[in-house]
T-cell receptor
Framework: TQLLEQSPQFLSIQEGENLTVYCNSS?????LQWYRQEPGEGPVLLVT?????EVKKLKRLTFQFGDARKDSSLHITAAQPGDTGLYLC???????????FGAGTQVVVTP | DSGVTQTPKHLITATGQRVTLRCSPR?????VYWYQQSLDQGLQFLIQ???????AKGNILERFSAQQFPDLHSELNLSSLELGDSALYFC?????????????FGPGTRLTVL
């Protein structure tokens, strides 16, 4: 089993601050996805990274896949209250299309 | 709206009972995944179907079973329910593009076992 560890578990910041969430594993993933989930709803896919060292930007969100494809980070610049949610990373391992999810990082952005 | 539908939205039942959760994938998606999300376990992969055939199995209990029908909708059957089965159950469907599997999640079914 490929275990994905996310840190921190919880992050509370003020509007306008920056934050970084980490997703780490000892295993190599063929791809890694980031999702955001709001209470009572299903996770929503934000991005998929495939190549080691890949960096993707989605407005104020920057995603990076580690060179060895074992870890990833999500950086949010100038966070807004709308960024509040549970951020989940999911790694695609041995089986095609089978994803292992991390426990998530709960982000709270206060005005 | 992801395009994935799940019914019912809420389900309250008693221990020992059996329930069926239903999922309709996005139009054109052949893969359906089932996940269980609880406060202490996070999002746990249960099972995946592709075009009617079981493709991958995760942490699915023997009391649980699933199937995908010719019209691609899927059902998750939970039997001999226990208090610990109370959780959110999500279905996701995926589009496979250049070997990338991008999952789209439904709104979930909240199961409460009393």
């Amino acid at each position: 089993t490929q275990l994905l560890e996310q840190s921190p578990q919880f992050l509370s910041i003020q509007e306008g601050e920056n934050l970084t969430v980490y997703c780490n594993s000892s295993s190599v993933f063929s791809s890694l996805q980031w999702y955001r989930q709001e209470p009572g709803e299903g996770p929503v896919l934000l991005v998929t990274v495939v190549t080691g060292g890949e960096v993707k930007k989605l407005k104020r969100l920057t995603f990076q896949f580690g060179d060895a494809r074992k870890d990833s980070s999500l950086h949010i610049t100038a966070a807004q209250p709308g960024d509040t949610g549970l951020y989940l990373c999911a790694g695609e391992g041995d089986s095609w299309g089978k994803f292992q999810f991390g426990a998530g990082t709960q982000v709270v952005v206060t005005p | 709206d992801s395009g994935v539908t799940q019914t019912p939205k809420h389900l309250i039942t008693a221990t020992g009972q059996r329930v069926t959760l239903r999922c309709s994938p996005r139009s054109g998606d052949l893969s359906v995944y089932w996940y269980q999300q609880s406060l202490d376990q996070g999002l746990q992969f249960l099972i995946q179907y592709y075009n009617g055939e079981e493709r991958a199995k995760g942490n699915i209990l023997e009391r649980f079973s699933a199937q995908q029908f010719p019209d691609l909708h899927s059902e998750l059957n939970l039997s001999s329910l226990e208090l610990g089965d109370s959780a959110l159950y999500f279905c996701a469907s995926s589009v496979e593009s250049n070997r990338r599997y991008e999952q789209f999640f439904g709104p979930g079914t909240r199961l409460t076992v009393l």
